[in-house]
């Protein structure tokens, strides 16, 4: 998938946001909506996708850049407060060649603790539902 390839309105993200898909969010406005990383590279990796139809980061228009960004900054906080965690890892690949496995734009955002590595990315075992239920109240819970 090249970077300037257009947007399929039928990847999964998109499936997700029209709600033809399930999915354990944790944050929505009018510019976001977040979710749990079903195969997590760690305890609490949340995405936080864009509502409008960008597929990277270079494609996404200017003036939603801002107003986006602020809503990843609070789902961020908050997942950094339901963890208390010690760090934050944020990731975000662009293009196939850059890394990128579902072509709708977002942000990984995963919680760490000292000493405790990141799981590669692409490289994480499917969650159990058990741990994803109770890693989305803590998240709910933190905003
Ligand atoms: P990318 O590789 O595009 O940066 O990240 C895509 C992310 O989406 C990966 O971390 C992958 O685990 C996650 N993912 C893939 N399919 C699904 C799904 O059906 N539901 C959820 N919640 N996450 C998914």
Redesign the pocket.
């Known amino acids: 998938m090249h970077l300037s390839t257009p947007y399929d309105p039928q990847n999964?993200f998109a499936k997700?946001l029209r709600g033809e898909?399930p999915?354990?969010k944790v944050y929505e406005d009018e510019v976001c909506l977040a979710?749990?990383?079903?195969?997590p590279?760690g305890p609490g990796?949340t995405?936080v996708i864009p509502k409008v139809a960008a597929t990277n980061l270079l494609t996404l228009p200017t003036e939603a850049l801002g107003p986006y960004m602020t809503s990843v900054q609070k789902v961020a906080r908050a997942v950094q407060r339901a963890f208390q965690a010690e760090g934050l890892t944020v990731?975000?690949?662009n293009g196939a060649a850059g890394?990128?496995?579902?072509?709708h734009l977002?942000f990984?955002l995963i919680p760490r603790q000292e000493g405790v590595g990141l799981i590669g990315?692409?490289q994480?075992g499917k969650a159990s539902e058990e741990d994803l239920i109770s890693h989305q109240a803590a998240i709910l819970a933190a905003f």
Request: proline share 0%.
């Open positions: 999964i997700i898909m999915c354990l979710f749990l990383d079903i195969f590279q990796h995405l990731l975000q690949f890394g990128q496995t579902v072509f977002h990984h990315h692409g994480a």
